[in-house]
């Protein structure tokens, strides 16, 4: 116990420098309007839980390297200066105000802070008499892009609001939502907000998010009916049919024009209006769009869409944009929200997937750059400039305090397996706090202990992966029964007390993935929740490319595939690993002759192709 504390005192010694220190407690501002649907796991306020293995050093350098030095003004630019320069350029503001609110509550960085309050009040300043908070001229409103820009605006000044409790840019939020409800309807002079954007109306319509929020927040009645118009718009002749296609059975790339940023935004805003109605068809149409992605659209790491776009069945192309970072994240909210809805781990599964691999392979593991689309092979294509996927990716590791460790009726719930503490409060009102010793993913053993002022009988829940096939469970070093339950989850119920300790071993162990569809004679190499990819910076020796290698067998034994520690290069965190893995020469080379036995070094796909080296995560295999 001696040790690991010291472990965690080292963390937050760590934590402080780097980010300021820990924030103080954060009570969100209340909505008027409770949900009519209860959360089964509660969405933690990010400063209760901090990471500090690989998750926590890619979410203190999203803080520190990204969200601190954007430029604020240019975020303002196409404000203060109509019209913007680009379509969309007005749809930063409001991702940078999500994102680096949920990043100040979860770090306390003073200086963050300040450029929130900064940003809020000057977006403010550009809001016009009658509400318009866009970045178009008055000839071209409502078109192309403009709902969405307030959209963002919504999401973040609310954000803001709610987490800081400075009630200022509630007024402004209150004047856009007046604003869209008068211009869009089906009353007699007013728009059909399907001809208001972009992808048979799911860019525009996408604003249903936020006008729950906002209808939730004021208790406001009309927002609540604009909210309602939106659905009905859905259905309309014109519209994309999102509830009715999808409970028909319909796959996510027949709904609309299978645009999937637009459209899972739009399925997370049915979430959010779940909550608010009660309606199950609300909740079962999103979980047939999930299953459909899941079973048919989705790729190793996580992501979808290429082009942009969802696709025919099994239709997963490894290269031309493939994993668009937008798609990404909006995958891991939707993830999020039905993890927070049912309770049931299979959500918390893939976003375990989407964190480990895609969402962490699209930022540069400094935290300094993003990557657009960010393929199965390739080159990742890095950036610090402003556009909707550089904006995008911060949100997503913004969120990951708010599910990696919670709360539900039972007790306490741990998703996301990463070094750090979680300081929950149970809804009973006792406080408890789990220090997690481990260097997952790298090692499989996880150590929680137990901190509570007292002895307290609650459920402490552990999340046990699909791919893990021998988990055991010790408590005070006696052993438990691990096996998951119909949730997946394996339950601990006990009188819990000050000490206590958890030790949970997951088997790391290989697997190979046979490819299929457009990806057979190949296959793929996973390691715990890590995929693999073959990296040309560590071929090394007489190698030149990727196209020199291949594997004959997708036998674990006759590929070796061993673990050891990432050279210095690829060193993200401190128990990054590269695998050891045999594969012979495909024809003659300076390396040797076909067919000659060789060895190279995978390297998770979060970190594959971090030196702008050309990467792999499916490889050749030659038939016997």
């Known amino acids: 116990m001696r040790k690991q504390l010291s472990i965690i005192a080292l963390f937050i010694a760590s ?56 430029d604020t003004d240019g975020l303002l630019a196409g404000f203060r200066h109509r019209p913007g320069a680009q379509a969309w350029c007005g749809e930063h503001a409001g991702k940078w105000l999500h994102a680096a609110t949920l990043a100040w509550v979860y770090s306390g960085n003073a200086e963050l802070r300040a450029k929130l309050d900064h940003v809020a009040s000057e977006l403010v300043k550009c809001q016009l008499d009658d509400g318009y908070l866009g970045t178009y001229v008055p000839k071209d409103y409502w078109t192309s892009w403009d709902v969405w820009v307030h959209k963002y605006n919504l999401i973040g000044l609310i954000t803001y609001v709610r987490y800081t409790g400075n009630r200022a840019p509630l007024a402004a939020c209150c004047k856009m939502g007046d604003l869209l409800c008068k211009t869009f309807g089906n009353e007699p002079g007013k728009r059909d907000i399907i001809k208001a954007g972009e992808h048979v109306g799911m860019a525009p319509t996408s604003v249903l998010e936020p006008m729950v929020w906002l209808y939730r927040l004021t208790g406001e009645e009309k927002y609540g009916d604009f909210c309602k118009y939106v659905l009905c718009a859905w259905e309309q002749t014109t519209g994309p049919h999102i509830v ?37 068809e609300y909740l079962q149409a999103a979980v047939n769009a999930w299953e459909d992605i899941l079973a048919k659209r989705l790729y190793l790491t996580g992501t979808a869409s290429a082009g942009e776009h969802f696709h025919g069945d099994y239709e997963l192309v490894n290269k031309g944009n493939v994993g668009e970072t937008c798609v990404t994240v909006t995958w891991l909210q939707l993830n999020a929200h039905l993890l927070r809805l049912t309770g049931q781990a299979r959500y918390a599964e893939q976003l375990e997937r989407v964190v480990y691999n895609q969402l962490c392979g699209a930022q540069k593991p400094d935290g300094k750059a993003w990557g657009y689309y960010v393929e199965m092979e390739g080159k990742k294509p890095y950036g610090t400039a402003t556009n909707c996927c550089l904006s995008s990716g911060p949100r997503g590791m913004a969120l990951i305090p708010t599910f990696a460790v919670t709360t539900d009726a039972e007790g306490a719930v741990v998703n996301l397996y990463d070094a750090g503490e979680a300081r929950l409060r149970l809804r009973d009102g006792t406080a408890v706090t789990l220090h997690m010793e481990t260097t997952y993913p790298a090692k499989g053993k996880i150590t929680i202990a137990v901190d509570l002022a007292q002895a307290h009988e609650f459920a402490l829940k552990l999340r046990i992966p699909k791919w893990c096939a021998k988990p055991s469970v010790q408590v005070n070093g006696e052993s438990v029964h691990a ?75 006759a590929l070796a595939i061993t673990p050891e520690p990432a050279p210095a290069k690829f060193k993200s965190w401190a128990g990054a690993q590269a695998f050891r893995l045999k594969v012979v020469a495909r024809t003659a080379s300076p390396a040797g002759a076909a067919g000659s036995p060789l060895s190279i070094r995978l390297i998770p796909f979060a970190s594959a192709g971090a030196t702008g080296a050309s990467y792999e995560v499916w490889l050749p295999l030659l038939a016997p």
């Open 483 to 557: 096996k998951a339950g119909s949730d997946d989850y394996a339950v601990i119920k006990r009188n819990w007390a000050k000490g206590d300790k958890i030790v949970l071993n997951l088997v790391l162990e290989p697997r190979v993935v046979i490819g299929d569809h457009g990806n057979q004679g190949k296959v793929a190499i996973l390691y715990g929740p890590l995929v693999l990819a073959a990296d040309e910076a560590l071929l090394g020796g007489k190698l030149k490319d990727l196209k020199a290698v291949a594997v004959t067998s997708a036998d674990l034994a």
């Open 244 to 280: 009715s296609r999808l409970l028909d059975g319909k796959g996510v790339n027949q709904v609309g024009n299978g645009k999937a940023y637009e459209m899972l935004s739009c399925i997370n805003g049915l979430l959010e209006w779940y909550r608010s109605t009660g309606n199950p």
């Open 15 to 70: 934590v402080t420098a780097a980010t300021g220190s820990f924030a103080a407690e954060v009570s969100l501002v209340p909505e008027k309007v409770p949900a009519v649907v209860a959360d089964r796991q509660d969405a933690q306020i990010p400063n209760r839980v901090h990471l500090a293995g690989m998750i926590g050093t890619r979410i203190d350098n999203n803080v520190i390297q990204r969200l601190l030095v954007v």
